[in-house]
């Protein structure tokens, strides 16, 4: 069984920070290509980062580079994403997820990825 455990959200006036985490059980994370993506009220989901496996490079969507930063601890099999200068644009429930189709990033699809977390609420908001 396959199970990831995500942690960090809540409630940030804009500019503020929050560090996300996902730990997995069942599955090795470092083997696969881990992405990020978020779902506003009313939006289709969105992949905002993904985290290869070969080197651990990440990949940042336009939306949030500079101000997001996407990583793994292969030690803890956790991916974290920090982020800073929120904007009120950045509400959403975040999810990660396992591509195991895939150990780089660039032409990874959101059908590949396999297995995915629950989400947990982000709130940017004065």
């Known amino acids: 069984q396959v199970q990831f455990v995500e942690s960090g959200g809540g409630l940030v006036q804009p500019g503020g920070s929050l560090t996300l985490s996902c730990t997995a059980s069942g599955l090795f994370l470092q083997y696969y290509a881990i992405g990020w993506f978020r779902q506003a009220p009313g939006q289709e989901r969105e992949k905002v980062s993904c985290i290869a496996a070969t080197d651990g490079s990440a990949y940042h969507s336009d939306s949030v580079k500079g101000r997001f930063t996407a990583s793994r601890d292969n030690a803890k099999n956790t991916v974290y994403l920090q982020m800073n200068s929120l904007k009120p644009g950045d509400t959403a429930v975040y999810y990660c997820?396992?591509?195991?189709?895939?150990?780089?990033?660039?032409?990874?699809?959101?059908?590949?990825?396999?297995?995915w977390g629950q989400g947990t609420q982000v709130t940017v908001s004065s």
């Open positions: 997820a396992a591509n195991t189709m895939r150990r780089r990033c660039g032409d990874d699809r959101e059908y590949e990825y396999d297995y």
